[in-house]
C-alpha cells in the first residue's frame, strides 16, 4: 500500500485488459442500486509512466461503458504519489445529482486543473512567533496545582509511549502500516511539551489538558492522533482552571471523551478499534465510582479490564480504518490502537496511586 501497508495478495503479472478487469470488477461489486452517472481517478502512485496509464484506462473506460455506466469528467494521471512507488490506482465516485455539480465544478489546485480559470489573490505572508509565550486566563493556586499534576502524568504517559514505539509498530504492521508507535510517541511527546508551556504561563488544569490535546492532535498526524487529540480536549472540558480537580469530574469527562471519539470515528465495540477497550475502561470507571470505590482504585480496575478488552480483540477482523482491506492477516492479533490506550489508562492509575 502507499503508506506500507502488506499487501491483501500477489497476483501475476497481467497485461492491461487483465488489470482493468482485477480492478473494476472488485469496484463494481460495491455498485450502489440505480447509479449510472460516476466520475473516475486512475491515479499514478509515482513512478508508472503516463503512457502505462493511458492504455490502462482505455481498457478501464471500456469495461465501465459495457456495464452500463457513463463516465463524467474522468482523470487519469498522477494526484496521490508516494516518491517512486510502481503501480496505480482506481477509484470510482457514485455521482448523483449534488455531488456531480461539485465533481464538475472548476479548481485550481497545485494537482489538479479543471474548468475556466479562477481569479485569486495572494494571501498576505503571515509571521508567526513560535518561541512566543503562551497565555492562559488567570488561574487559582490549586488550579496551577492541577495543571502541573496533568503535566506530571502526560511525562509518564510520554516516556511510557515512547518505550512501547517499538512494539506498537510491531503489532500494528500485522495489517496496518506499523506507525502506530510512532504516532502515539510523537503525539505524546507534543502534548507534554504543550503541557510544560502551559504550566509555566500559569494555565490550570484545564487549559494545561486541552492544549495538550490540541499539540497531540496535530503533531500525531492519522486518524489515532485526531482521536487522541478530541479525546483530551473533550475531557479537559468538565475541569477548571480555578480550583481543585473534583473526582466526579474525572469520571464525567471520560464519558464526554468517549463519547466525542465515537461520534467521530463511528467504532463500536466489536470494530477492533481503541473503543474496544474505551468502552469497558468507561463504563467500570463510572460504575466503581459509583459503587463509591475511591477515584485511584476505580481507574486502576477500569485499566485492568480495558487491558483484558485490549487482548481480547486478537480474533476479531477490524471492520474500520486501514486494516480492513486485510482482515486476515489481522485475525490473531490485538488492534494497536486498544493497546496504547489500554497502556496509557494504566500508566495513568499508577501515577493516581502514587
Known amino acids: 500500500g502507499i503508506h506500507g501497508e502488506p499487501g491483501i495478495k500477489e497476483e501475476a503479472i ?8 482485477l480492478l473494476v470488477e472488485k469496484l463494481l461489486a460495491e455498485r450502489p442500486e440505480g447509479t449510472r452517472r460516476v466520475g473516475v481517478i486512475l491515479n499514478g502512485l509515482g513512478a ?5 496509464l493511458f492504455v490502462l484506462w482505455t481498457a478501464i473506460a471500456s469495461l465501465l461503458e459495457k456495464s452500463g455506466l457513463d463516465i463524467v469528467a474522468p482523470e487519469a494521471g498522477e494526484f496521490v504519489t508516494s516518491l517512486d512507488m510502481q503501480g496505480c490506482s482506481l477509484t470510482l465516485l457514485w455521482l448523483d445529482e449534488e455531488l456531480e455539480r461539485y465533481w464538475t465544478a472548476a479548481c485550481d ?14 494571501a498576505d505572508d503571515i ?7 503562551p497565555v492562559f486566563a488567570q488561574a487559582d493556586e490549586a488550579g496551577r496545582a492541577g495543571g502541573a499534576c496533568i503535566q506530571a502524568i502526560l511525562q509518564a504517559v510520554g516516556d511510557a509511549l515512547v518505550e512501547a514505539e517499538e512494539e506498537l509498530g510491531r503489532i500494528d504492521a500485522f495489517a496496518g502500516d506499523g506507525d502506530h508507535g510512532q504516532g502515539m510517541r510523537r503525539g505524546s511527546t507534543a502534548a507534554r511539551e504543550a503541557a510544560d508551556q502551559a504550566v509555566k504561563a500559569g494555565a490550570g488544569s484545564a487549559s494545561v489538558l486541552a492544549v495538550a490535546g490540541d499539540a497531540w492532535a496535530d503533531r500525531a498526524g492519522g486518524t489515532s492522533g485526531a482521536l487522541w487529540g478530541l479525546l483530551l480536549r473533550s475531557w479537559s472540558t468538565e475541569f477548571s482552571d480555578n480550583g481543585n480537580i473534583d473526582d466526579g469530574a474525572v469520571v464525567r469527562g471520560g464519558r464526554r471523551a468517549l463519547d466525542a471519539v465515537t461520534t467521530l470515528g463511528r ?6 478499534t481503541l473503543v474496544d477497550a474505551f468502552v469497558p475502561f468507561v463504563e467500570t470507571l463510572e460504575n466503581e465510582f459509583a459503587a463509591g470505590v475511591p477515584l485511584a482504585d476505580a481507574w486502576n480496575k477500569a485499566a485492568d479490564i480495558a487491558k483484558a478488552a485490549a487482548e481480547a ?4 477482523a477490524p471492520k474500520l480504518g486501514r486494516a480492513r482491506p486485510l482482515a486476515d492477516k489481522s485475525i490473531g492479533h490485538p488492534d494497536a490502537g ?4 489500554a497502556l496509557v489508562a494504566k500508566v495513568i492509575g499508577r501515577k493516581l496511586k502514587g
Open 14 to 21: 497481467l497485461p492491461a485488459s487483465g488489470l482493468a478487469s
Open 48 to 52: 508508472t509512466k503516463y503512457e502505462e
Open 109 to 122: 489546485t497545485p494537482v489538479l486543473r479543471r474548468g475556466a480559470a479562477i481569479a485569486v489573490e495572494p
Open 127 to 133: 509571521i508567526a512567533n513560535e518561541d512566543a509565550t
Open 267 to 272: 467504532a463500536k465495540p466489536g470494530d477492533k
Open 313 to 316: 480483540t486478537a480474533p476479531l
Open 338 to 341: 486498544a493497546i496504547s490506550l
